[in-house]
Structure formats: structure tokens, C-alpha cells
């Protein structure tokens, strides 16, 4: 059973998709390099093509609908290269069409046949799937009303994307019987598990850039009793270094206070007051004017590139005893690969610890697909959504994922 905050969300499972039209709401967004176009990383399609390839297989008409990009940014692009990209992943023939709720769009969707795949263009082209707004009113969208009433049911794929209350994501669940896809039903299960297993310690190791949003979840996984412990590395740590009045370099916490409002660094001093359990590391690796070195965390000498080698022992040694490990974000600048032993050692500390594993976010896609097979096995998730991980870790509710509870309740399709 599929649930969200203890209410139910039904499944695939639940539902005859056999000669039945299924409008699929993926998050194919992908890197796109600027001066080619070409897709950087395609690891969401693979993913997803997961779910298209069952709905195909189980002989459904599958349409699909995703985001790219925000207006103006550089990856706003066509979905074009996806669908082929997605139709090589499949082995089967998918039909693109340059248009969303316009007749052409309108002709193709009519058209499918069971077994057949269409991909519909970036819906972001479209001015209502831009705007938060609630599902009541997103369900009354163009969007919505063009499309919904050629299908039976509405499968909600994109967990990466359930944090926004956008048309694409909102507005079908209150107009069609709405299912989760195998992704978002595989995000949604490995993060319940985070909080449902009964096993202790939970221990989360929290770095990379995105200040703000880590010291929501931190506040969120220590107030609430989550997490036992937070290994805190990359600029997370740096940051409450600062916050516990530790002294850093001026181009440092220049660089640190620039990526965090004033509000939040306040919230970090308070957490770092009030738990003992939130750890910085003993010491960095740092760059300093081209020399790299180790240095004290209390006395840093240069910029901190990754955590050093007795901050690695000591974590290591935590992660070797927990039973449950969240990890997100890098320890380092792990682009760079002598900046990359922390975050290395941590993922290894923490596969050989036996612990029920999950990683977030993006940089770890590709280095859990490095790593020999005996570690790999034992990864318990990897999680392809950014943002809204990070909403679901600091306990905010996620729009998408009401949608469907709400879509269960209303079509009463999970029993
Ligand atoms: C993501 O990559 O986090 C999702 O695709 C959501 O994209 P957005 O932040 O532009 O809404």
C-alpha cells in the first residue's frame, strides 16, 4: 500500500490501463549543454522509461507530458531530443508532436493507439503551467480541459517536480481518476521508509550548495526526533562552522553569508545551540593560492575544498554504526577529483555499514553507477529529484503528491 503522510495514493496497480488512453506527467528535465542543445545527462528519461514501457506493454495509449527548463533560462528547450532519446530506451517507435493543447496536439492524441507513444511539447511553453496556483483552480486550467477529457486516467510520474502547484502536476488529479507512476511511487516508498524504519541511529550527512533549503531540513530531521545525528559537509559545514562563531577566511564567509538569508542563518545558530547532534567537521582540505593542504577546521587557511582526513575517520566511524543514512549533496568540489576522497570514503563508509542507504540529488547518480557491483547492491535508493527531496526531508507538504490523495479520495480508485 502507497501512502502519504498516512493517506493512500493508489498505483498501477490499482487500475486496467489495457486499450484505455493514460496521460503520463514525467520530469525528464535535463542539463542541456548551450551551445549544442545536446542533453547532458539522461538519467530521468532512463528512469522513466520504466514506467512508459509497462503502460506500453500492458497495452495502454500512452501520452507524455513534461517540463524543460523555466522561461528564458537556457535549457528552455523543445522536448524533441527527449522523445528520441526515449524512443532508443524503449525499442519502439515514439511520436512527438510541437504542440501541447493546440489542434495538432489535439489530432495526434485521438489518433493513438494501444501500445503506441506520443510525447507532447515542453508544457512550460504554456503561461498556466508557470503559475502556483491551487488544484481547484489549475483543474478549471486550459490545460487541463483540453486534455483531460481524452483520457481515462491521469499517472503522476514527476516526483521530482510534486513540490510545485503547477497545471501539469495539480490540475489533473481533481478531474481524472490519478495514479502514481513506478517512479514516483519508488521515490515515495524509499522516503517513507527514512522515517518509518524503527532502527537507530538514522544518521544524515548533508552538504553541497543549497544553503537555505539544508537548513530547513536540518531544523525539520532534529526538532521532529528523524534523524539521531547530522554529519554536516561541503558548505553546509562551513556555514555552521560560522554559525557556531567559529572563525573562517573573509573571501569564505563572504562567499557562505552571500548564499543564505539573514532569517536562515539565525535558524542555524539557534539548531546548532540547542543539538549537539549536529556535527561540523575537525578539518578541511584547502586551496590556497594553487597549494592544497590540510587544515584545522578551527583555523582554516585557504578555501575549503573537501572535508580532510580526520573529519573522514570520524564520520566514518559514526556511519560504520548507523542503521539508517540519508546523504545529500557533496562533501567537496567533487568535479575535481582531488577534491573528491571525502565524499568517496563517506559513500563507501556508509554502503559497507549495511545501513539502509538512500542518496539525494544529482551528483550522486553517476558515482553510485562507478562504484563495483559488491557496493552498489547496496544502495537502498537514489533519489533523481532535487528540490523536492529536499521539501519532503524538511517535512513541508508536496502540492503533487496531495493531488493524488486527494484524486484517491474523490475516484475512490485504491480501496
Ligand atoms: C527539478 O529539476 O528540480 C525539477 O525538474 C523541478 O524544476 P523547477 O525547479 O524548475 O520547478
Partial sequence: MLTYMGRRIATLDDVDVTSRKVLVRVDINSPVNPQTGELLDISRIVEHSITIRELVERKAAVVVVSHQGRPLDQDFVSLSSHAKILSNLLGVNVNFVDDII????????EKLEPGEVLVLENTRFLAEDNVEAPPEVHSRSYL????????????????????????????????LPSVAGRVLEKELRALNRIVELEERPKVFVLGGAKLD?????????????????VLTTGLVAVLFLLAKGVKVPKDVEAKVLGKVSKELFNEARELV??????????????????????????????????????TVEYYSHKLSKSKVIVMRGPAGVIEDPRFRVGTDSLVKAALESGAYTVFGGGHFIAMVSQLPENLRSRVGHVSTAGGALLYFLAGERLPGLEALVKSNEIFKIAT
Avoid: M, W
Fill in 102 to 109: 493546440g489542434p495538432e496536439a489535439r489530432r495526434a492524441i
Fill in 144 to 175: 487541463v480541459s483540453k486534455l483531460a477529457p481524452f483520457f481515462s486516467y491521469f499517472v503522476n510520474d514527476a516526483f521530482a517536480t510534486c513540490h510545485r502547484s503547477q497545471a501539469s502536476i495539480v490540475g489533473f488529479p481533481l478531474r
Fill in 273 to 310: 545551540s540547542k543539538f549537539k547532534s549536529i556535527k561540523v567537521p575537525i578539518d578541511f582540505i584547502v586551496e590556497d593560492k594553487g597549494a592544497i593542504s590540510v587544515s584545522h577546521a578551527s583555523a582554516l587557511r585557504g578555501t575549503p575544498k573537501d572535508i580532510g582526513p580526520s
Fill in 213 to 229: 533549503d539544508t537548513i530547513k531540513v536540518i531544523k525539520h530531521v532534529v526538532e521532529s526526533g528523524i534523524a539521531d545525528e
